[in-house]
């Protein structure tokens, strides 16, 4: 036998109204539950969002500093090529200050006009250098046998005449040969033997000599001691003038000082080249 409970109703109001609050309780939390479900889903798309847009930024960041970059490289083109146009003047420079020094240091042929240039210490021998040009390598540089000394006696007389011989070769190359580069001559002077003549190169020694009277155009003088090359001989004295070379033959030249104080009792000075 069931036994049928009867509730007052105050119970079932009571009843009813927890039900309601339980199901209102669990809306509510399946509501929140969507709420947040919903706002998680959308922050991930802001954040994808704010992801995209971050990266399109930065392509147009990219984009905005790629000019400068390729300007950086135009401006870096343009220096190298006026750095290599400088490095071009510059090797053009030092070729031609290397030809000018190389001509200098070479010699030069003999014209119509030469300047020759005697010198010797005190108490040395005399040097004859003939230079086509005042600043160039002397085409010819021989030294005599004669001292100084004895020259500038015979110089004091007013005239001079000096002559070098040297001995024809058999051989036709040998002959072939200038004058001026005959190695050995005969020294004459005025008529009297005075020893052996030598060609030999322009030394230190003689550069020092001829770079001191090279403002010099016609004149003569003394060197003083260390500055003109005469070291431990003493002072160097020279004499130095422009002379007109004439060519007789391919076996005899002969060159006249050009003095222009002949007339008023300069010395006369001449020197004949002879191929015998």
């Not at 155009?217 to 004499?239: C, H, I, K, N, W």
Request: glycine share 10%; net charge positive.
């Amino acid at each position: 036998m069931r036994t049928i409970m009867v509730r007052s109703p105050h119970e079932s109001s009571s009843s009813s109204s927890s039900f309601s609050k339980r199901h209102f309780g669990q809306w509510m939390i399946g509501r929140a539950s969507e709420d947040k479900k919903k706002k998680k889903e959308e922050g991930k798309v802001a954040a994808e969002e704010i992801v995209a847009f971050s990266t399109t930024c930065d392509d147009d960041d990219e984009a905005d500093v790629a000019p400068p970059v390729k300007a950086g490289a135009r401006k870096k083109r343009s220096s190298s090529s006026a750095v290599a146009a400088v490095a071009v003047r510059v090797s053009r420079f030092r070729t031609a200050l290397a030809t000018a020094v190389a001509g200098r240091n070479r010699p030069v042929g003999f014209g119509p006009r030469v300047t020759g240039t005697l010198f010797g210490c005190r108490r040395g021998h005399v040097h004859l250098a003939f230079q086509a040009d005042p600043r160039a390598c002397p085409a010819v540089l021989i030294e005599l046998a004669t001292p100084t000394s004895a020259l500038v006696r015979e110089m004091a007389s007013g005239l001079v005449r000096i002559a070098l011989e040297c001995d024809r070769r058999g051989s036709a190359g040998a002959s072939a040969k200038k004058l001026v580069e005959e190695p050995l001559w005969r020294a004459y002077c005025n008529g009297r033997k005075c020893g052996y003549a030598v060609r030999r190169e322009c030394g230190p020694a003689d550069w020092r000599v001829l770079r001191a009277v090279e403002p010099v155009s016609t004149g003569a003088g003394v060197l003083p001691a260390g500055g003109g090359g005469g070291g431990d001989a003493g002072e160097t004295m020279y004499l130095r003038a422009r002379f007109e070379r004439v060519v007789g033959s391919r076996d005899s030249e002969a060159f006249y000082m050009m003095n222009p104080d002949v007339n008023n009792g300069g010395p006369e000075l001449s020197i004949y080249l002879l191929r015998v």
